[in-house]
Nanobody, 112 residues
Framework: QAQFVESGGGTVQPGGSLTLSCAAS????????MSWYRQAPGKERELVAS????????KYADFVKDRFTISRDNIKKTVYLQINSLKPEDTAVYYC?????WGRGTQVTVSS
């Protein structure tokens, strides 16, 4: 059974950094394009970034503005999201997604 487990979230001050991880199991990880989404309280879930199967192509939402970096390790079956220069509006639950399955998410809170 496919499973994604996100980790790495937490509470940070504005301007701080975090690296989120999403570990996959139960799937052939390397054949899936992977994405990170986020959902803030009272808002719809939105796409943050995606990465192709071999890491050759990445896409980012406009609001990312070079602050986020998505990467993956197909041997470890893990996708990462490096977030720099965190802003209060980045506060959300962050989820990974392969087009079919969602993880349970990891909470990121940006507050002084």
């Amino acid at each position: 059974q496919a499973q994604f487990v996100e980790s790495g979230g937490g509470t940070v001050q504005p301007g701080g950094s975090l690296t989120l991880s999403c570990a996959a199991s139960g799937i052939t990880f390397s054949i899936y394009e992977m994405s990170w989404y986020r959902q803030a309280p009272g808002k719809e879930r939105e796409l943050v970034a995606s990465i192709s199967t071999s890491s050759g192509r990445t896409k980012y939402a406009d609001f990312v503005k070079d602050r986020f970096t998505i990467s993956r390790d197909n041997i470890k079956k893990t996708v990462y999201l490096q977030i720099n220069s965190l802003k209060p509006e980045d506060t959300a639950v962050y989820y990974c997604f392969n087009g079919a399955f969602w993880g349970r998410g990891t909470q990121v809170t940006v507050s002084s």
